[in-house]
């Protein structure tokens, strides 16, 4: 599981850990049953205090997103669709609010946002591509 955290985004890091972990149960990147890396392990890795680790992780569990058993890792918990259903609303509405944001300080009209938001929807991805649509088609 690719967790990153960067401490001078303004969001707690808790709360980083917190949304990464549901985004990747929302996007089917780790399922149900799965084991989390344990407190000591994920904080070590990211070189954070165990305390941040065991809080995001607790939140999780009071969240329903994650399952402790005693003496035994953490674990994905079985969500039911409706559950899914809300994390991966949950989690486009965290993300679009830092668009809707962004197009409110850019001075973007609404509609000429939801336009390109459409575009972008209906376009095949690519990832070795990063250009403006309408730098593409120079």
């Given at each position: 599981?690719?967790?990153?955290?960067?401490?001078q985004s303004g969001?707690?890091?808790?709360?980083?850990?917190?949304?990464?972990?549901?985004?990747?149960?929302?996007?089917?990147?780790?399922?149900?049953?799965?084991?989390?890396?344990?407190?000591?392990?994920?904080?070590?890795?990211?070189?954070?205090?165990?305390?941040?680790?065991?809080?995001?992780?607790?939140?999780?569990?009071?969240?329903?997103?994650?399952?402790?058993?005693?003496?035994?890792?953490?674990?994905?918990?079985?969500?039911?669709?409706?559950?899914?259903?809300?994390?991966?609303?949950?989690?486009?509405?965290?993300?679009?609010?830092?668009?809707?944001?962004?197009?409110?300080?850019?001075?973007v009209d609404p509609?000429?946002?939801?336009?390109?938001?459409?575009?972008?929807?209906?376009?095949?991805?690519?990832?070795?591509?990063?250009?403006?649509?309408?730098?593409?088609?120079?």
């Open positions: 599981m690719l967790i990153a955290v960067d401490p969001v707690p890091v808790y709360r980083q850990l917190m949304d990464q972990i549901k985004f990747h149960v929302a996007s089917g990147l780790v399922a149900p049953g799965d084991e989390l890396p344990s407190t000591r392990a994920l904080s070590s890795e990211l070189g954070l205090n165990p305390m941040t680790v065991s809080k995001a992780y607790s939140y999780l569990e009071k969240e329903g997103v994650v399952e402790r058993r005693p003496g035994r890792p953490l674990i994905v918990a079985a969500l039911g669709s409706a559950k899914l259903e809300e994390q991966k609303r949950e989690t486009l509405i965290r993300s679009l609010a830092k668009i809707a944001t962004m197009v409110k300080q850019l001075g509609d000429e946002a939801l336009k390109i938001l459409s575009r972008l929807l209906h376009e095949e991805p690519s990832h070795t591509d990063q250009r403006h649509p309408e730098e593409k088609k120079q």
